[in-house]
């Protein structure tokens, strides 16, 4: 029997990027999403793959030897005087014991998600740990140490020769990524996110748009806090498939941050499970339309961990995988973790009735739409001359 069509990148040790016991950002997200695509039955032993080791060399592809040097010696323990200037060791950015290999390994299971479907073994491919697109080059920002997804797109740019569409969901800007690729004429970025004017990283502009041989293939949608799904929905309806008609990817790279829900603590969009599970029905669709159905995703943010993030990525994975949308929490897996967690978790994949609308909804649809309109005005005609 052949293997499924969709890989789920998985091992133990991906759950071990813990910046700290009180830090946002929580990886045992990771873990209740395993768990809870087993106990629905849409997980079994021939969707997962393990990770596949990867060095330091591959690392210094996009990353600075020193900043390297540095994060491996404060992951050690040792004093880096200079370690403020990397980055290393604010509130955001905590420093932990064994930093520099839990980051690698998660750089590991993006790059072999990336193989997997570059080679033709499978499909698609996931790998929830990573996302950690805010990551420089030799900058730990906004809790990212290593940008595996930079790293990844890269691997399919340099190795297989692909061009990628890289689609960042997360509310937050993909900075780091959209850097990296900025001047390349290989790679598209496509960053959807709370405007910079509200939000870290505080850039992801309509006029930032490349250079060089990559003018026209950065594209930032930033939206207004407390957009709600409609409009969302409606922006990415009418950019990502013009988008990725004018650039024509061999492979979709998703970065699938689940911040945008309206519970998320840490952004300012209103966006309900229904209308995330859209956009990655979207994705899915333009990887089908534009790429024979090749798609890499990995996560990303999501700070409200027990509630919303098992739930959207667990809708994530039956879009990627194409298996019919889950309903109904498993009982068994609720009385599990609502135990262990001492919380109280949603019973079904979907949020419940939509709250009242947003007084300002008119405001904020007319403003997004704006973006949009200035944001095509500025791209059509770099296009027409591509
Ligand atoms: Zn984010």
Redesign the pocket.
Known sequence: MSAPSCAFVYAPQLSAYRLSDTHPFKPLRLELTHSLLGACGLLDASHLASPEPFTEAQLLALHDPEFVAAVRAVSSGESVPDAPRYGLGTPDNPIFPGMHEVVMNVCGASLSAVRLVASGQRARAVNFSGGL?HAGRALMS?FCTYNDVALAVHEAVTRYGLRVAYIDL???HGDGVQDFFYNSGEVMTVSV?ESGRSL?PGTGFTYEVGRGAGRGLSLNVPLEPFTEDASYLELLETLLPRALEVFSPDLIVLQA?A?MHRRDP??NLHLSTQGIASSYRLVSRLADRFCGGRLVATG????DPYHTVPRVWSLLWSVLSRQDAPVTVPESWRAQWEEQLGLELPRTFHDPEPPPPSPRRGQIEAANRRTATKLLATLEPIWRER
């Not at 990303?300 to 700070?303: S, T, V």
């Open positions: 697109h906004g997360d509310a937050h996110h870290f941050g911040d840490l952004s990303g943010g999501g700070y």
